[in-house]
C-alpha cells in the first residue's frame, strides 16, 4: 500500500475516532450550559481557537474544534432559543423585516439601491432564511478543491440535525408540475443534490414548522472544551508583528453588551489560530478594521497598517433576485422554498405561498397592495358581470391570498466591493454588488422571468392564476411595489430586461470580499499572516448550488475536521 493510501487510511480511521469521541458529552439544544452572556466574561481569557462569528459556519466549526481543543465562539447577537415562535416557518417575514434593537436581523441598503438583511443571531442566516436545503454540485467541489468524501460525510452531520423532507402541499406542487409541463425535466423527486431539472429540495422546517438552525449543531460540541459568549462585539484583532516575517494574530478584543471591553488570547502553541466566520459583510470589515486590507483606505480611517492587501472587500457578489407575485383565486398553504427548477440556461426558480406575503410585514409588499390592485391596475383587470372589478377574492383584510414564484441567477458574473463606512463594527459597511453589470447575468434573468410567466400560464398551475388577472397585470403590480430604491423606467412594462433591472431584488445570498486565492489560500488561511483564517461565505467565488447554507454549514464542519487533522498530526485530508 502507497505512502498516499496508508495517508487516506489514517486520516479517515483518525475521523472516525474524533467522531465518536465526546459524543456522550454532548448537550441538547436549547439547554446548552456552554453558552454565556459576554458581560460574565473574565477581562482575560485564553484558548486554543478563537472563532469570530456563531453563523451558519462558525457554529459547525466550533462545535468540530471542540472536539479536541478548547474553544472560544464570539457571536455579537442573541440566542435564536429566547422565542422560538418568532423564528419559525409563519414569521419569517415580519422577523426578517423587524428593526427593533434585540432584533436577529440587521438591516441595509446597497449602494445599487436594493434592501437587505444580515443576521446577527447565534445560528446567523439560518435562524432569517427561508429554509432551503440543498447540497453545491460536484462541480463546484472539485472546482473549490474540496475533498469529496470528507464533504459527503460533513452534508451529512449536518443533515442529521436540521435537514427535513418537506411537505408537498398544492400550491408548490402545482409550480414543481408547472415547471415540468413547461420543459423544467427531468422530474427528479426529492433530492439534496443538485442537478438539471426540477426537484423538491431539503428544508431546515420541521413538520410542525419550527426551524432548525446552525446553532442545532452545537449539540455536537463537547461542553467541556467550548465557551459561546452572545452580544460579543470584535472591534478587533490583536496581532504580533516581530514574529517570524508575517505579522502573527495573537487575540481578539470584543465588546459585550454594557460597552465593557474583554480581551480573549490564543494559548502558546503553533497550531492554535483565529477563524474569522463573520459573514461576507463581516468578516472582510473585521479584517480592514483590525489592519488588514486595502492600505489607503485603512489610512482613510486612521486604521494603522499590519498588512496591505487591496484584494480585501474585494469580489462582493450577490445572486440577484426577480420575482411575480401572483394574486389567488383560492386560499393557499403558507409554504416557503420547497421545489426549484434549475435550468439549463442557469437561472434557477423557486417558489413561496401563503400569508408570508401579507402588506403589513415589510417593504417588498406594501401596505398599499390593496390599492394598487383594485385602483391602479383597473386598466388591466377584466370586469366581472356587474362592471365591478372582482379583486375581493384575493384580498382578505390586511392579508393576500397568493403567492410569489422567483427567479435567481446562477453565478453571478458581476462583481462589486466593500469598504468601511467608519471604525465602529456595528455599523454596516458600504456594499457595491453592481447588480447585472454583466450582460450574461442579464440575460439568465429574463430566461428566467420568462419561464415563470409560462408556469403562471400552465395548464398545472391554472387554478391558482387569477382571470382577472393577465400577465401584464402581474409585472404592472411588481413595478408599482416598492421593491428597492431604484427608478422606475416606463419601458420595464413592456422590456423584460429593464424589468429585472427596475425590479431587482436580494434574495440574501450574497458572499465574496475575502475570496479563496485572493485573500485566503486554499486552507482557508489569511495570505501573509499567521495563525489567521477566514471559513464563511466571504470566501467564495460563486454561491454554491440553488442555495448557499447547506453547504455553508457543511464547510465548517470539513474545515473543522481538516483543522484538527492538522493539529494532532501535522497534515489535512486532500
Known sequence: MGSASLHSSFSALLLL?????????????????????????????????????????????????????????????????????????????STLADTSPDSPTQQFVSEDGVYNARA????????????FYTRASTRYMREAG??????????????????????????????????????????????????????VGGTIFDKDGNRHTAADLLEYANPAKIRVYLHATVQRIIFLKAVGPKPRARGVVYQDGTGKRHVALLKRGFSNEIILSAGALGSPQLLMLSGV???????????????????????????????????????????????????????????????TFSPSLGRRVSNDLAKILSEDLAAYINKSADGKVDVGTFINGDSVSGG???????????????????????????????????PEDLRRCVNGMRTIISVINSQAFS??????????????????????????????????????IDTVMTIWHYHGGCQLGRVVDRDYRVLGIDALRVIDGSTFHHSPGTNPQATVMMLGRYMGQRILLERLFGFGMK
Not at 475516532?17 to 436549547?30: V, W
Not at 451529512?156 to 411537505?167: D, G, H, L
Not at 498588512?307 to 403558507?334: K, R, T, Y
Open 404 to 438: 410569489i414564484i422567483l427567479e435567481k441567477i446562477m453565478g453571478p458574473i458581476s462583481t462589486g466591493h466593500l469598504e468601511l463606512r467608519s471604525t465602529d463594527p456595528n455599523e454596516n459597511p458600504s456594499v457595491t454588488f453592481n447588480y447585472f453589470q454583466s
Open 120 to 131: 446577527r443571531v447565534l445560528g446567523g442566516g439560518s435562524v432569517l432564511n427561508a429554509g
Open 293 to 355: 486590507g486595502p492600505a489607503d483606505q485603512l489610512r482613510a480611517h486612521g486604521i494603522p497598517v499590519v498588512a496591505d492587501d487591496p484584494m480585501v472587500g474585494q469580489g462582493m457578489s450577490d445572486n440577484p433576485m426577480n420575482a411575480l407575485f401572483i394574486p389567488s383565486p383560492q386560499p393557499v398553504e403558507v409554504s416557503l422554498i420547497q421545489v426549484v427548477g434549475i435550468t439549463r440556461f442557469d437561472s434557477y426558480i423557486e417558489t413561496a405561498s401563503g400569508m
Open 463 to 500: 387554478k391558482f392564476r387569477n382571470i382577472y388577472l393577465p400577465t401584464e397585470a402581474l409585472i404592472n403590480l411588481m413595478l408599482n411595489l416598492p421593491l428597492n430604491q431604484r427608478p422606475r423606467h416606463v419601458t420595464a412594462t413592456t422590456s423584460m430586461e429593464q424589468f429585472c
Open 17 to 93: 475516532i474524533l467522531n465518536f469521541h465526546g459524543f456522550c458529552l454532548t448537550e441538547k439544544a436549547p439547554y446548552y450550559s456552554f453558552v454565556h452572556e459576554a458581560t460574565t466574561a473574565p477581562p482575560v481569557s485564553f484558548y486554543d481557537y478563537i472563532v469570530i462569528g456563531g453563523g451558519t459556519a462558525g457554529c459547525p466549526l466550533a462545535a468540530t474544534l471542540s472536539q479536541s481543543a478548547n474553544v472560544l465562539l464570539l457571536e455579537r447577537g442573541g440566542s435564536p432559543y429566547v422565542n422560538p415562535e418568532r423564528i419559525n416557518m409563519y414569521n419569517f417575514a
Open 146 to 199: 474540496w475533498n469529496e468524501a470528507l464533504v459527503n460525510a460533513s452534508y451529512r452531520w449536518v443533515e442529521n440535525k436540521v435537514a427535513f423532507q418537506p411537505p408537498m402541499l398544492q400550491w408548490q406542487s402545482a409550480v414543481r408540475d408547472g415547471l415540468l409541463e413547461v420543459g423544467v425535466l427531468p422530474n427528479n423527486g426529492f433530492s439534496y443534490d443538485h442537478m438539471y431539472g426540477t426537484k
